[in-house]
């Protein structure tokens, strides 16, 4: 049998799908209450955590423990700026994204000396070093943190709203910009040396600077997104910013929905705030829970829900995968 | 001379390290499995030795042969069952799943013993001490680090003399080839981390004994057994207890200037043996001496 083919809209429809959720979403402040806002704010960049591991571990094959390293120092960096030198912190949203990049690019060389699980728990070596860094310093808040000084003047509305467009942005960015990114040349190089090396290396790709490239813009991602967050909470302290469960939140939305997938992480989402909702009182009952069902995943349909229902229904929202001439995985 | 006895205490808690690091060091070498849930395990046997030792005759210590019998037959019902299910080409799935499972393990162990710090006692012989070469040194440590020597030495051993430690060795080599000749790799596999968990049990209710534990203490000694497998250089037996050496010493070192640095100077002094020889100190030594 060979494979169901399976289709998937034109990136006309696409680029029209994007342009409409933009629209909507660019009307969400006016129509939703606040404390709804607030929950959006936390869900989209939820989801912009998750995708941006999603795209390290299923786009650039370099899985890390340490996702919540860029989360923290994204935050940091803002809040210690805006509070230091009066910077207006929105503007100093993008400088996060840029400044987390760096720090990826300064830890690359030496990480990347080591692979799979190896290179997964440095990433998290480095996030308790930093966090522990922090916690030892005055001028970083130690222990209890920093507050965000710099937005105590605004109109609190106008706060919540621009939050709210930065972190939709980003959401649209992740859904929309990895599509985009995996349909063009530097995505297929992507893909082929997270596939293997060793033949994207005789195509002529350079694989280290490909996978360089792939670790920093995830990297910066991770931490726009959770300077971003940490805005609409106006409080930043190391023991939550640097937090193991951050990881296990994305590592269950993506696992769950499906790695190396658009739609995967948009199901896993959902699914983590509907679990939220209904278990959130029962403690860690409700992380083993997470648990159990990324293991319970990997045991029965590695791909997850979106990998199995794709294969069912033959059809998918973002059409990023290019089928060779011949089917290698056919079967008599 | 305080620094001398610093530096005498970070070789015996190096010797701990040591052995924490060759359960994960071991499976990553047979398997080239890395067991993610590792830290969650060694506390989980920290709990079991817990329960056990006041049954256990003539001495507290001697707890760590039932603890290692027990985490035997876990590690390998978890092979078995779980790993075994997703072995192949690509490690994600293996690590996700065992990730997954020390996400379980953690929060079932806080939900069922609570968060408070416990401890394995070992009744008087925690005070003991004896003077050597001038210093005071106590017979705790001290004996941990024998336990460790021996452990070590006994499985080289028996890997290199043994028929089943041949067969682990030859199934690290080449599964395919060992298939060939009419063995099941999957069981061989089971045993292999059967005998990893059961070193790591070991270290974790020794550990238990020299200090104190929670149920999250799994990712501190994750870590630890990561960074004694890489500075070792990934799969070098001598490397790694050279590895659990340089931390144990570095902690203590560095809690005598900084009381609450923790691990972070362990975890520093690892980068920046990464950063000078990317295959560990084993690496580097090899270079040196053996080109090999």
């Known amino acids: 049998m060979t494979r169901a083919s399976i289709s998937s809209p034109k990136p006309a429809l696409v680029a029209a799908a994007a342009a409409l959720s933009t629209i909507c979403l660019a009307l969400a402040p006016f129509v939703v209450r606040e404390g709804d806002l607030r929950l959006m704010i936390e869900i989209f960049a939820v989801f912009t955590f998750a995708q941006s591991w999603n795209f390290l571990a299923g786009y650039v094959g370099l899985m890390s423990f340490g996702q919540q390293l860029f989360i923290g120092l994204g935050a940091y960096f803002v809040f210690l700026i805006s509070g230091k030198a009066g910077i207006n912190p929105f503007l100093l949203l993008p400088l996060s994204f840029v400044f987390c990049a760096a720090f990826a690019a300064v830890c690359a060389p030496f990480v990347f000396r080591l692979r799979d699980a190896y290179f997964a728990i440095s990433i998290w070596v480095i996030a308790e070093v930093v966090r522990m860094f922090i916690s030892q310093k005055d001028w970083l808040g130690s222990v209890s943190g920093l507050p965000l000084v710099a937005t105590r003047g605004m109109d609190r509305t106008v706060v919540a709203n621009t939050t709210f467009y930065f972190v939709a942005a980003l959401a649209l960015i992740s859904v929309f910009g990895l599509y985009a990114l995996s349909r063009s040349r530097m995505g297929l190089a992507l893909a082929a040396v997270r596939d293997n090396e060793g033949s994207a290396a005789a195509v002529g790709i350079n694989v280290w600077w490909t996978r360089f490239f792939g670790f920093v813009l995830g990297s910066g991602l991770a931490g726009i997104a959770g300077a971003t967050y940490y805005m609409s909470v106006f409080h930043v302290e190391p023991g939550g910013a640097f937090d193991p469960n951050w990881m296990v939140i994305m590592l269950f939305i993506v696992i769950i929905g499906g790695v190396g997938t658009i739609e995967g992480p948009i199901i896993g989402t959902t699914i983590y705030f509907l679990f939220r909702a209904w278990f959130a009182g029962t403690g860690n009952l409700y992380l083993m829970l997470l648990g159990a069902a990324a293991v319970v995943t990997m045991l029965v349909a590695p791909k997850g829900i979106w990998g199995v229902l794709r294969s069912r229904l033959g059809f998918e929202l973002f059409g990023t995968r290019r089928l060779g001439p011949t089917n290698h995985r056919s079967s008599p | ?292």
């Open chain 2, 1 to 292: 001379m305080i620094w001398l006895e610093t530096i005498a205490n970070g070789i015996f808690l190096g010797g701990l390290y040591a052995l924490i690091g060759l359960g994960l060091g071991f499976a990553f070498g047979v398997m080239r499995v890395v067991n993610v849930a590792q830290g969650d395990f060694i506390v989980a046997a920290a709990f079991i030795g817990l329960f056990l030792y006041p049954w256990t005759p003539v001495h507290p210590i001697l707890v760590i042969i039932p603890v290692a019998v027990v985490a035997f037959l876990i590690g390998m019902a978890l092979q078995w069952l779980l790993v075994n299910r997703v072995l192949g080409h690509d490690q994600i799935p293996q690590i996700l799943l065992t990730f997954g499972l020390a996400i379980v393990l953690r929060n079932g162990m806080v939900a069922g013993f609570g968060a408070n710090s416990q401890s394995i006692d070992v009744g008087e012989m925690r005070f003991w001490g004896f003077d050597f070469l001038g210093l005071r040194l106590g017979v705790l440590p001290a004996l941990v680090l024998v336990i460790a020597i021996v452990l070590f030495a006994a499985l080289h051993l028996w890997l290199h003399r043994s028929r089943l430690g041949r067969l682990i060795r030859a199934t690290a080599d080449d599964y395919q080839i060992v298939q060939l000749q009419g063995v099941n790799y999957r069981k061989v596999y089971a045993v292999a981390m059967g005998l990893a968990m059961a070193l790591s049990a070991v270290a974790g209710v020794l550990l238990a004994m020299r200090g104190s534990f929670t149920p999250y203490s799994g990712s501190d000694r994750l870590l630890i057994a990561f960074e004694v497998v890489v500075i070792g250089g990934l799969g070098s037996f001598w490397g790694m207890f050279l590895g659990g050496m340089v931390l144990g010493v570095t902690q203590l070192i560095a809690l005598k200037l900084d009381p609450t640095s923790g691990l972070m100077y362990g975890h520093i002094v690892f980068f920046i043996i990464l950063i000078l020889s990317p295959n560990g100190l084993a690496g580097a030594f090899r270079n040196a001496v053996f080109r090999k």
